[in-house]
Each structure stands twice: as structure tokens, then as C-alpha cells.
């Protein structure tokens, strides 16, 4: 017999949910924006045209001739999709030659291929840390380490964002006779700093503890060759696992991670989010393994991307904007209130800029910022426009 209680409807949180709704009422709803045009430095948004700085296309890829034509081979003779998980009919034999190449390229034993990046942490970290262990992760960590943490039947302790004092009071708070992995984004993707990873790599060896590192941002961007923040700091023989996405610098999408083989090969038959997960289609592949070649023989892109950012810290700093502590291409503009920012970013786009507005909980309460991100394939002109329109919108909410 039911109680006489009332019963809780499952549907009520959504029914008052109105946040989205309140925002949306005002005009300052900045999200689901629909494109229609090929992403580039510029598209096509609801209709108008605008300077892309808002995206991850570090290199400016996506629409590279050589890419667009290994995709339309890809679909002629694969089809558009595998039908299945890697695991039982979903393999292709170019999975394999990816997989080969993305080791070879990032000086691993192995390499392994997931349908997109946020698996590729979900089903390595969910997979590892069984209920004996500890994961530690900054409290930075994109949603997916964090997910993925949370999917763990072990401990998981969390770190202050590159804060290696806590680090090391998270370490010793871990039981010795665990085993313990250390998970970090290379560079943060609101932030956009770097890692403390010499001390990290110093504070795991002294811990016993194992370290994973996620390169999203990273591959492509950073280190002499792109192979991402352990190389950016020569630290490659100290780092276990790195992970990449293919939705950045490689234009497509999936991710993967590299390892010893041993690793690789025990995540291959336990991962569910890999064996039960329908495989990348041919395009995607045949994109990442196009844009792998270009990354490599074409290091001027990568220099150009440093310019670039550069040449925005400096421009953006010398009008008095607070760009917080990014190292990288990722520049955000900090604004602090939820609201405020909403309205700075209507006013970047009707000046025909394409920003993103992330406030809490993507960052702590209050600072609350516009991402831009820059592409190698930007120009001089387009990023004069964009530090003009910068300039008159500062002004105007007075916050130069």
C-alpha cells in the first residue's frame, strides 16, 4: 500500500528548472548556436557572419584540402559508418594503422582509439582504479577525468587547481599500500595554463604513484614536435598515460590515449566504454590520420599559433583586461559576474565576434569569463577586428 505521504515526481526538478528559460526571456541565452558554414576564422551564425574565437581548431585543419579529400575517399570505400564497437565487428583495418601511427608519433609502446575524447578518460580511468585504489585529479580536471573518477570503485581525492602543497597533502593522505594514479589536464581548457608537471612528475615518484595526463589541448599545440605538455617540459619517460581528442588540432573526432602495451592491452579487454561503444566511422579516421601527417611536416602552423597567442596576452593585458594565468592559446577575459558576462557577450556578437561565456561550475563562483581560442590560420586583420571590438566593449561595461 502506497504511503500517505506525497510522492516525489521524478520530472519536478525539471518542470522547475528556469534558469535557462529566465536567461533566454532577457536575449543573453549564449548556448546550442547554430552554425551553417564549414568551421573556420570564420562562419556562419544564425545567419550572420563572424570571427570564429570561440573554437578548438588550434591548427586550422578542418577545412584543409588534403583532410576533406581522405574523408571522401574514406566514405567511397568504407561506407559512413562500422556498425559495432571495436571489440566484436567495428574494426577497421585503418583503426589499426591510426592506432600504430599515434603511438609512433607520441613515442609510445601503444596506442588506443575511443569513439570520442570524453570517453577515451571515462573508460581509461573508470578502468584502472579498482576498489583497492586512489585517484587523485586537480580540481580543475575537465568533467570527463571527473566522471570518470566518479565511475571508479576506488578513493577519490581531489587537489586545488596546480597546487602542488595540496597535491602532496592528498598523496600522503592516500593509503601507501595502494595503488594510485595522479590524472591532470596538460593545459586547462578554461584557464588555459599549463600543468605544474615537473613537480608532479617528482611528487608521483616520490608518492609510488602512476601519472595520467590529458592532452586535449595540448597535442598539436604544445612542444617542439606537438606531442603535447610532457614533451613541452621533457618529461616524457616520467609520464604513464596521455590521453588526446581528435576534436581540436586533429579537426574530427574520438580520441585516444597512449601507453606501454601492457596498459593498452588490458584496457583493450576491459574498458567498457570502449567495448560497448559503436566504433569511429571511416571519415573520422580518415581525417585524424590526414591532419597527423600535416601536423608533423608542417611545424609553421604550430609557430604561427605561438604568434598569435602572444601577440593577443600582450594586446589584451596592455588595454587592462584580466586574463588570469593562461600560458597558452586559450585566452579567457575574465568578467566575474554571471549576468554581466551574459551581456558582455551579446555585445561581442552583434559586433560580429563568436566567443563563449562560461560561468559556474565549468569556473569557480564570481569568475565568471569569455573563452576566446585562437587558430593558427587566423589573420592580422581579423585579430585587429577582434581586439577593436574587444576594446569598445571593455569600455562600454567598464571593465578597462
Same mark, same amino acid.
Given at each position: /500500500?502506497? *504511503?500517505?505521504?506525497?510522492?516525489?515526481?521524478?520530472?519536478?526538478? @525539471?518542470?522547475n528548472?528556469?534558469?535557462?528559460r529566465?536567461?533566454?526571456? /532577457? =536575449?543573453?541565452?549564449?548556448?546550442?548556436?547554430?552554425?551553417?558554414? /564549414?568551421p573556420?576564422?570564420?562562419?556562419?551564425? #544564425? =545567419?550572420? #557572419?563572424?570571427?570564429?574565437?570561440?573554437?578548438?581548431?588550434?591548427?586550422?585543419?578542418?577545412?584543409?584540402?588534403?583532410?576533406?579529400?581522405?574523408?571522401?575517399?574514406?566514405?567511397?570505400?568504407?561506407?559512413?559508418? @562500422?556498425?559495432?564497437?571495436?571489440?566484436? +565487428?567495428?574494426?577497421?583495418?585503418?583503426?589499426?594503422?591510426?592506432?600504430? #601511427?599515434l603511438?609512433?608519433?607520441?613515442?609510445? #609502446?601503444?596506442?588506443?582509439?575511443?569513439? $570520442?575524447?570524453?570517453?577515451? +578518460? !571515462? =573508460? $581509461?580511468?573508470?578502468?584502472?582504479?579498482?576498489?583497492? &585504489?586512489?585517484?587523485?585529479?586537480?580540481?580543475? +580536471?575537465?568533467?570527463?577525468?571527473?566522471?570518470? @573518477?566518479?565511475?571508479?570503485?576506488?578513493?577519490?581525492?581531489?587537489?586545488?587547481?596546480?597546487?602542488?602543497?595540496?597535491?602532496?597533502?592528498?598523496?600522503?593522505?592516500? +593509503?601507501?599500500?595502494?595503488?594510485?594514479?595522479?590524472?591532470?589536464?596538460?593545459?586547462?581548457?578554461?584557464?588555459?595554463?599549463?600543468? &605544474?608537471l615537473?613537480?608532479?612528475?617528482?611528487?608521483?615518484?616520490?608518492?609510488?604513484?602512476?601519472?595520467?595526463?590529458?592532452?586535449?589541448? *595540448?597535442?598539436?599545440? !604544445?612542444?617542439?614536435?606537438?606531442?603535447?605538455?610532457?614533451?613541452?617540459?621533457?618529461?616524457?619517460?616520467?609520464?604513464?598515460?596521455?590521453?588526446?581528442?581528435?576534436?581540436?588540432?586533429?579537426?574530427?573526432?574520438?580520441?585516444?590515449?597512449?601507453?606501454?602495451?601492457?596498459?593498452?592491452?588490458?584496457?583493450?579487454?576491459?574498458?567498457?566504454?570502449?567495448?560497448?561503444?559503436?566504433?569511429?566511422?571511416?571519415?573520422?579516421?580518415?581525417?585524424?590520420r590526414?591532419?597527423?601527417?600535416?601536423?608533423?611536416?608542417?611545424?609553421?602552423?604550430?609557430?604561427? !599559433?605561438?604568434?598569435?597567442?602572444?601577440?593577443?596576452? $600582450?594586446?589584451f593585458?596592455? /588595454?587592462?583586461?584580466?586574463?588570469?594565468?593562461?600560458?597558452?592559446?586559450?585566452?579567457p577575459?575574465?568578467?566575474?559576474?554571471?549576468?554581466?558576462?551574459?551581456?558582455?557577450?551579446?555585445?561581442l556578437?552583434?559586433?560580429?565576434?563568436?566567443?563563449?561565456?562560461?560561468?559556474?561550475?565549468?569556473?569557480?563562483?564570481?569568475?565568471?569569463?569569455?573563452?576566446?581560442?585562437?587558430?593558427?590560420?587566423?589573420? &592580422?586583420?581579423?585579430?585587429?577586428?577582434?581586439?577593436?571590438?574587444?576594446?569598445?566593449?571593455?569600455?562600454?561595461?567598464?571593465?578597462?
Amino acid at each position: /500500500m502506497l *504511503s500517505t505521504e506525497k510522492i516525489m515526481d521524478l520530472f519536478e526538478k @525539471c518542470r522547475n528548472f528556469n534558469a535557462a528559460r529566465e536567461v533566454e526571456a /532577457m =536575449g543573453l541565452y549564449p548556448y546550442f548556436r547554430q552554425t551553417s558554414s /564549414m568551421p573556420d576564422t570564420e562562419v556562419i551564425a #544564425e =545567419g550572420k #557572419e563572424v570571427i570564429m574565437i570561440g573554437s578548438n581548431n588550434y591548427l586550422g585543419l578542418t577545412s584543409h584540402p588534403r583532410v576533406l579529400e581522405a574523408i571522401h575517399d574514406a566514405v567511397n570505400k568504407y561506407g559512413s559508418g @562500422c556498425t559495432g564497437s571495436r571489440f566484436l +565487428n567495428g574494426t577497421l583495418d585503418i583503426h589499426v594503422k591510426l592506432e600504430e #601511427e599515434l603511438a609512433d608519433f607520441m613515442r609510445r #609502446e601503444a596506442a588506443l582509439v575511443f569513439s $570520442t575524447g570524453f570517453q577515451s +578518460n !571515462l =573508460g $581509461t580511468i573508470a578502468t584502472l582504479i579498482s576498489k583497492d &585504489d586512489t585517484v587523485i585529479g586537480d580540481r580543475a +580536471n575537465h568533467a570527463s577525468i571527473v566522471d570518470g @573518477c566518479r565511475l571508479t570503485f576506488g578513493e577519490f581525492k581531489k587537489y586545488k587547481h596546480n597546487d602542488m602543497a595540496d597535491l602532496e597533502r592528498a598523496l600522503q593522505k592516500s +593509503n601507501n599500500t595502494k595503488g594510485k594514479l595522479i590524472v591532470t589536464d596538460g593545459v586547462f581548457s578554461m584557464e588555459g595554463d599549463i600543468a &605544474d608537471l615537473p613537480k608532479i612528475t617528482n611528487l608521483a615518484a616520490s608518492y609510488g604513484a602512476r601519472l595520467m595526463v590529458d592532452d586535449a589541448h *595540448s597535442i598539436g599545440v !604544445l612542444g617542439k614536435n606537438g606531442r603535447g605538455t610532457a614533451e613541452h617540459f621533457g618529461l616524457e619517460d616520467k609520464t604513464d598515460i596521455v590521453m588526446g581528442t581528435f576534436s581540436k588540432s586533429f579537426a574530427s573526432i574520438g580520441g585516444f590515449i597512449a601507453a606501454d602495451e601492457n596498459i593498452i592491452h588490458y584496457i583493450k579487454h576491459h574498458s567498457r566504454a570502449l567495448i560497448f561503444s559503436a566504433a569511429p566511422p571511416p571519415a573520422a579516421v580518415a581525417a585524424v590520420r590526414t591532419t597527423l601527417k600535416i601536423l608533423i611536416s608542417e611545424p609553421e602552423r604550430r609557430t604561427r !599559433l605561438w604568434e598569435i597567442a602572444s601577440r593577443m596576452h $600582450t594586446e589584451f593585458k596592455d /588595454m587592462g583586461f584580466d586574463i588570469g594565468p593562461t600560458q597558452t592559446p586559450i585566452v579567457p577575459i575574465i568578467i566575474g559576474d554571471d549576468m554581466k558576462t551574459f551581456a558582455f557577450w551579446k555585445d561581442l556578437t552583434e559586433a560580429g565576434l563568436f566567443t563563449n561565456p562560461i560561468i559556474s561550475p565549468a569556473v569557480p563562483p564570481g569568475q565568471a569569463l569569455i573563452r576566446t581560442s585562437y587558430t593558427a590560420t587566423h589573420t &592580422d586583420d581579423q585579430l585587429d577586428r577582434v581586439l577593436e571590438v574587444f576594446y569598445k566593449v571593455g569600455k562600454k561595461f567598464g571593465i578597462i
